[in-house]
């Protein structure tokens, strides 16, 4: 190799010194002289996993390095390896909760929530809910479930009756891990109108008519009747329960199911996406290693919610295999919060939707903060705008940006960004794809590859796809092929490939909302806003928001001789569906821009009012 580019090897290029040879199949150029961040010899990589230099694609099909072999292990067996290994590093600081735990620490408290869990009846395969914000107890829970062998449901905070009475009835949940309280969310007064026997329970165990496959609350705060307290639950294993549950990590298969993400139906009704711990495990892995995890000591803001696969599997889980430090600034999203605790905690990475930077970056005192010690973003959940990018570089210190693309169904990442990458193919595309990874575009009606260059269907095929949705068959059989291709049309994805292999999401087939992160389904809206005295007929839109990406708009077509307004609407929906499903415009209409066969053009109602709405 010329002794120039050696010269100019970075940190993360020698330690591909190290990696084994492999042959380059399907990648891109993003080095730039001065700039290498990778060593080349040829058409082979001196690392297992690194940016294309050349363009080797040559139809809408790509898969990931397959060099490094896919782990087979539990989520158990993966922190008791990072506890032996990093003991005394810390592993995760709640700054609100006043919470620091080490490795070791966390490690002994698992066992024990794990271990009480057994002592109170739950067993391998049960479900157990966490419901709340991001607190020092809902990853406690996420890693004791996993290693008692029970499956961890991910309930949104921001459910309302409706919503989480239909989840916990969907999976049989058995348990319920929650705050008494957050902001307005008055999680024990919910469940106790859903399950009014809680006020009469002995012991916190209870029988419940509406939900009888619920028999207990574990409240994470103050003490409340009906309930069991967290503490309770850390004493309650014994001997006998310890040992029991340390038999149980021989018998635990990697396939098993572990965590239950709903993510919306097109239909209104959430779908639970079953992953196992296989799923979760490697998904994390070789997200990390892309990342450069493995080499470094990374401190990781983490501002984003437990709940979603974001937070628990890109968070929790790359904790547990790459010995990372989570420092958790609020238990819900505060942007002075998250910038306090990247200066006073030193955070080197930061986690965020495009929708958290630019809330940070609008802080009026930005400026005073010390934000030296960053040096990497990385970001998801919908496009980060070009003018984010560099302000975020200007304003924040972020050298560099990592963007991604990925779905819950998926566990969640199947694109990724490589550090030191451009800025355009940083803001038009979300990278290449992960290791043990398959992706094709398709046509829509015919299902054949599409010319490369050419939108389509995008379909994965991974270690990574669900198991099922649960209890859900036609679901299932509707999103993952017989040969195991996941359509990610099913949620509404359209995409490109190019001869270097990176990929663009250009559309959306069924017309999913993304709001700051949020997937929203119109269709869900739209059934809740029919019940509404005065509404004829509701259409739902997402419509382009400079800080949200996308916000809720409601068309709506009122009864004959009724009248209304946005407030009306907006007061009608407060309490009953989660809040940032909420629409943000409501517009009255007449009647809807259609086709010839009578069916509504949703493209053509969207640029119709956000010409009304002047966006």
Request: hydrophobic share 40%.
């Given at each position: 190799m010329a002794p120039h580019l050696l010269r100019q090897l970075s940190v993360f290029s020698r330690r591909a010194l190290l990696q084994p040879l492999q042959v380059v199949s399907s990648l891109q150029k993003t080095w730039t002289p001065g700039n290498p961040t990778w060593l080349w010899c040829g058409s082979r990589s001196l690392h297992?996993?690194?940016?294309?230099?050349?363009?080797?694609?040559?139809?809408?099909?790509?898969?990931?390095?397959?060099?490094?072999?896919?782990?087979?292990?539990?989520?158990?067996?993966?922190?008791?390896?990072?506890?032996?290994?990093?003991?005394?590093?810390?592993?995760?600081?709640?700054?609100?909760?006043?919470?620091?735990?080490?490795?070791?620490?966390?490690?002994?408290?698992?066992?024990?929530?794990?271990?009480?869990?057994?002592?109170?009846?739950l067993k391998r395969g049960d479900r157990l809910g966490v419901w709340g914000p991001n607190t020092y107890h809902w990853i406690l829970?996420?890693?004791?479930?996993?290693?008692?062998?029970?499956?961890?449901?991910?309930?949104?905070?921001?459910?309302?009756?409706?919503?989480?009475?239909?989840?916990?009835?969907?999976?049989?949940?058995?348990?319920?891990?929650?705050?008494?309280?957050?902001?307005?969310?008055?999680?024990?007064?919910?469940?106790?109108?859903?399950?009014?026997?809680?006020?009469?329970?002995?012991?916190?165990?209870?029988?419940?008519?509406?939900?009888?496959?619920?028999?207990?609350?574990?409240?994470?705060?103050?003490?409340?009747?009906?309930?069991?307290?967290?503490?309770?639950?850390?004493?309650?294993?014994?001997?006998?329960?310890?040992?029991?549950?340390?038999?149980?990590?021989?018998?635990?298969?990697?396939?098993?199911?572990?965590n239950i993400q709903f993510t919306s139906g097109t239909t209104g009704s959430p779908k639970g996406a079953t992953l196992s711990h296989h799923n979760i495990v490697n998904n994390a892995y070789f997200v990390g290693l892309r990342m450069g995890f493995n080499w470094r000591t990374i401190r990781v803001c983490v501002p984003v919610p437990l709940y979603h696969c974001f937070g628990s599997v890109i968070g929790g889980m790359c904790m547990a295999l790459h010995?990372?430090?989570l420092v958790f600034p609020s238990a819900g999203y505060d942007s002075r919060a998250n910038l306090e605790a990247i200066q006073n905690e030193r955070c080197n990475f930061l986690y965020g939707t495009p929708t958290m930077y630019i809330d940070m970056l609008g802080q009026p005192d930005l400026h005073k903060y010390d934000l030296s010690s960053v040096e990497t973003g990385y970001t998801g959940g919908s496009p980060c705008p070009p003018e984010v990018m560099r302000k975020l570089k200007t304003d924040m210190n972020v050298k560099d940006m990592i963007i991604s693309y990925g779905t819950t169904e998926n566990s969640p990442i199947t694109f990724?960004?490589?550090?030191?990458?451009?800025?355009?193919?940083?803001?038009?595309?979300?990278?290449?794809?992960?290791?043990?990874?398959?992706?094709?575009v398709v046509d829509v009606s015919s299902g054949e590859l599409v010319?490369?260059?050419?939108?389509?269907?995008?379909?994965?095929?991974?270690f990574s796809v669900m198991l099922e949705y649960w209890d859900d068959p036609d679901k299932t059989r509707e999103a993952i092929t017989k040969d195991r291709w996941y359509r990610t049309g099913a949620v509404g994805d359209i995409a490109s490939l190019d001869r270097f292999g990176y990929c663009r999401i250009v559309g959306r087939i069924k017309d999913m909302i993304?709001?700051?992160?949020?997937?929203?389904?119109?269709?869900?809206?739209?059934?809740?806003?029919?019940?509404?005295?005065?509404?004829?007929?509701?259409?739902?839109?997402?419509?382009?928001?400079?800080?949200?990406?996308?916000?809720?708009c409601a068309c709506i077509r009122l009864k004959e001789g009724q009248d209304c307004s946005r407030e009306e609407i907006r007061d009608f929906c407060k309490g009953q569906i989660s809040h940032f499903k909420i629409p943000h415009y409501v517009v009255f209409v007449d009647s809807y821009p259609l086709t010839a066969s009578g069916k509504i053009q949703k493209i053509k109602l969207r640029e119709e009012m956000e010409k009304k709405l002047g966006l």
């Open positions: 297992v996993d690194s940016p294309p230099l050349v363009p080797a694609v040559s139809c809408s099909y790509v898969h990931g390095a397959s060099s490094v072999s896919l782990l087979g292990q539990t989520v158990g067996q993966s922190l008791q390896a990072a506890a032996d290994r990093w003991p005394h590093r810390e592993a995760l600081v709640f700054l609100q909760d006043g919470v620091r735990k080490t490795f070791a620490q966390f490690q002994e408290d698992v066992d024990q929530a794990a271990a009480g869990l057994l002592a109170l009846g829970f996420q890693f004791a479930t996993a290693k008692a062998g029970i499956i961890l449901v991910s309930i949104n905070p921001a459910y309302q009756l409706k919503e989480l009475e239909y989840t916990l009835r969907k999976v049989q949940c058995k348990a319920v891990v929650c705050p008494t309280q957050f902001k307005t969310q008055r999680f024990c007064d919910m469940l106790r109108q859903i399950c009014p026997e809680m006020d009469t329970a002995e012991s916190g165990v209870f029988r419940s008519s509406r939900l009888p496959d619920l028999c207990m609350v574990i409240v994470s705060d103050s003490r409340q009747t009906g309930t069991v307290h967290v503490e309770d639950v850390m004493q309650a294993g014994s001997r006998q329960h310890h040992q029991e549950l340390q038999d149980l990590q021989t018998k635990l298969s990697f396939d098993d199911p572990i010995g990372i430090t990724l960004g490589f550090p030191r990458g451009n800025e355009e193919l940083m803001t038009e595309t979300v990278g290449c794809i992960l290791n043990h990874t398959e992706a094709k010319p490369l260059g050419e939108t389509g269907e995008l379909l994965i095929r991974a993304i709001r700051g992160g949020e997937n929203i389904y119109p269709a869900e809206i739209e059934q809740f806003l029919h019940i509404h005295p005065k509404v004829q007929e509701a259409q739902v839109i997402g419509v382009r928001d400079e800080r949200m990406g996308e916000q809720v």
